[in-house]
């Protein structure tokens, strides 16, 4: 059974996520408006919490969790199927988007090869490759979840998760990195940060779930409400301290980075996240909205096409790009053409 509320949560990250590559003048009111953290966090916290709960539910029929590497490969799909698409338009119709696929033109074997393989990634196109990864993972760590029998075990679990977040913290990924062919483009996502968003999710999900099996009368979320006051307080302090609306320094890149997810900047996430979970068990309804929802539900065609979009969009002049009424006509535009691609995949779902 999908969470509505959910689903509608993620149509509006990808609502957000779209206009905030659209750059300014919409951009500069959206990015990183509620704090130290952007709407990618969300997306990936979701996706691994919408996750755990599908292998909970499909568990009995499929203890291996096939599906994920079911999911992963029609990501892969929808990924390279986007990046030679775009790449072979760019070369022969759009020479201002050209430098995003520079190794590839420069070393076409090499570069096809590391792309295939997901360690090429151009900007843009740098977010699918770390689903498939994270599902390929996920696969394997999430029946152990699954099977978790108590508190204890799903913080063991998870606590790998936290300290390779903290090897990506001191220069994990550059250590990897130094192993290929320096000419290659890594994106701008430190997988090895990323995975903690996405398998905190997962835990918190799988925390969720044995709580009601252990005490079935009693709310999971009770703990969240109880602190919810301190959670309010901290996220007022975050939005204010981000807007500089106080006069308290903004704290070292290092602390809010976000292709390693800084410190502050996942505890001001988890905190929100934290807050949204709150009003989405107390007020179910509250946050459901039905245009996001069929986008939340379609989610992996609604990104791919705003990759698309995204890349047009840069290859446009900058007369355009850079003055309105495009800068905002274009953006609401590429919205609402998202919600109409989603609305088109139901009658195929149904």
Known sequence: MRIRALDSIRGLLLLQMTLDHFGKPISHYLYQCFGFFSAAEGFFFLSGFVGMLAATSKSVKDPTQSWMRWRALKTWRYHIVTLIGICIVAFFALPRITHFFAPIYQHPAAGSL??????????????????????????????????AKNMHTIFLLW????????????GLRDTVNAIFPSWITHGDFDPFAWQCVYF????????????KEI?????????????????????????LWSHQFIPVQIPDDIWI??????????ANFFAFMMFICWIVRTWPSALDFRPTN????????????????????????NSIRYHGPWNVVAPICACMLLWAIAKLREPKQH
């Open 114 to 147: 590391w792309s295939l393989l997901l360690v090429n990634t151009p900007e843009w196109l740098d977010v699918l490759p770390l689903y498939v990864i994270f599902l390929l993972l996920g696969s394997f760590v999430f029946p152990l979840f699954v099977r």
């Open 257 to 266: 980075n976000k292709s390693h997810v800084g410190a502050l900047r996942f």
């Open 215 to 239: 005490a079935p009368n009693s709310r999971p979320t009770a703990i969240v409400k109880k602190f919810t006051p301190a959670i309010i307080a901290i996220l007022a302090f975050c939005f």
């Open 159 to 170: 606590f790998p998760s936290l300290a390779v977040w903290l090897g990506a913290q001191f």
């Open 294 to 317: 069929v986008m939340g539900r379609h989610s992996l065609n609604v990104y791919t096409a705003h990759n698309v979009i995204i890349y047009l969009w840069m290859a446009t002049p």
């Open 200 to 211: 905190t999710g997962a835990a918190v999900a799988a925390w969720w779930k044995r709580a």
